[in-house]
């Protein structure tokens, strides 16, 4: 797409709202009205999806994503990201929940981004404490959704320990 610039350019195809429709489609199903909710997707990439919820679904929909390149991209076209890396809740929604937090594969992937773009795996001590902030940004009693390709990365008593209620893993 002309609108994605080369550097962003490369992931456009697997972030359109097609790949994304089995996720959205469970998402609706589970948590049934988005509208006038908050909504915060985790590795956002270049916000697709979260553009796509506060046009089309009237959500106040906000995205983190640890690569600037995304960030600076989403945020010239009026897309909010924020930058993070979910080791901590981000500065910017320290105050805030949402009723709905959700992912497409960033459980898959957990890694850190230096400056050089350079990415890391986390350790699995890292990964919990990306858990934990998953946790946090999601209001008690409301949905957190994540699509994976491969098996969860952490096991029930884990989901358990960083505050969640598990209602249906993959």
């Known amino acids: 797409s002309d609108r994605y610039p080369e550097s962003v ?25 988005l509208r006038g909710k908050r909504a915060l997707e985790l590795g956002a990439a270049s916000g697709v999806v979260v553009e796509v919820l506060r046009r089309l679904g009237e959500v106040d929909a906000v995205g983190v994503e640890a690569d600037a390149r995304f960030v600076t ?5 009026n897309v909010p990201l924020i930058h993070g890396d979910l080791m901590t809740v981000p500065q910017e929604l320290v105050v805030n929940t949402f009723a709905l937090t959700f992912s497409h594969w960033l459980l898959d992937a957990l890694a850190t981004v230096d ?18 902030t998953i946790a ?12 994976t ?20 893993i993959n």
């Open 9 to 33: 350019g490369y992931t456009a195809a697997d972030n359109s709202v097609v790949n994304y429709m089995n996720l959205l489609l469970r998402i609706y199903q589970l948590v049934r009205d």
């Open 115 to 132: 400056e050089a773009v350079e990415y890391r795996r986390l350790r699995h001590d890292e990964e919990l404490n990306v858990l934990a």
């Open 136 to 147: 946090a940004l999601t209001a008690p009693g409301d949905f957190s959704i994540h699509a």
């Open 149 to 168: 390709r491969d098996p969860m990365p952490f096991t029930d008593a884990e989901f358990r320990q960083a505050g969640f209620e598990l209602v249906e």
């Open 73 to 77: 991209f989403a945020n010239e076209h």
